[in-house]
């Protein structure tokens, strides 16, 4: 019994955590299950300056599982990078299905689109280089889209989190699944904010207040994962 307690708080504590842990996860439960495209994809997007900001493959995993448990066919992704999170929506989602994929930057997109055509799911992808608000937003003056989506993911600018959010609200149907990437920052929404680098600051503060609003937002059921640098599914209840 003591055992079992002195377990219980080191768990609650984190510190059952390492790199070795993590690197068994996905050596034992990730890599193995990982399609061989996203792998492709992944070891591409390595040696991009900007490799950090992909999409972590245990997270990717749970995002695959949920697209599944919502039978997702019509789905929105705001932030695409090199395409790894497009690339396992487009992968999942039955041969009908259809993903609008919004980025500013078509030129890391277009690293990943290869991949993309050898894996033969291009033509589920609608690819908008734009900015996303005003995208949600016309798509939003079509009445037939509102409530309409299964499934959206979010990886851009966090200070438009909740705009994005209020906006997908709308857009998707009841029971639907959102699923917002970097919801801890590096793990600095943990920390105090003198000891925090500069570099994170203000993402920081958006993140603390994003994660604050959707932990009072009674139109979903929530579960913040910290897989890769933290994940919030959320789901809408109406």
Not at 71 to 84: C, L, Q, R, S
Not at 120 to 140: M, S, T, Y
Request: charged share 25%; aromatic share 8%; proline share 5%.
């Amino acid at each position: 019994m003591e055992n079992n307690k002195k377990f219980a708080e080191l768990a609650a504590k984190g510190l059952l955590q390492s790199e070795e842990l993590y690197r068994y996860v996905l050596e034992t439960s990730v890599n193995p299950r990982e399609p061989e495209p996203l792998k492709e994809l992944r070891d591409i997007t390595a040696g991009h300056p900007m490799a950090g900001m992909g999409t972590a493959p245990d997270a990717g995993q749970l995002m695959t599982m949920l697209l599944k448990l919502v039978d997702a066919k019509k789905t929105i992704e705001v932030g695409v990078f090199t395409g790894y999170s497009l690339l396992l929506t487009a992968l999942t989602i039955p041969e009908d299905g259809k993903i609008i994929a919004i980025d500013l930057n078509r030129d890391s997109y277009e690293i990943g689109l290869p991949v993309i055509k050898r894996a033969g799911v291009e033509h589920k992808i609608d690819f908008r280089e734009a900015e996303a608000l005003p995208v949600l937003d016309q798509l939003l003056k079509d009445n037939e889209n509102e409530g309409s989506f299964d499934y959206a993911f979010v990886d851009a600018d966090k200070v438009n989190y909740w705009n994005y959010h209020e906006m997908l609200m709308k857009l998707l149907k009841v029971g639907g699944v959102v699923v917002y990437d970097n919801t801890l920052w590096g793990g600095s929404v943990a920390m105090p904010e003198e000891q925090t680098p500069e570099i994170l600051k203000s993402g920081r503060r958006a993140t603390l207040e994003f994660n604050k609003l959707l932990a009072g937002d009674a139109r979903v059921q929530i579960s913040h994962v910290p897989l890769g640098d933290g994940i919030t599914v959320c789901r809408r209840i109406y």
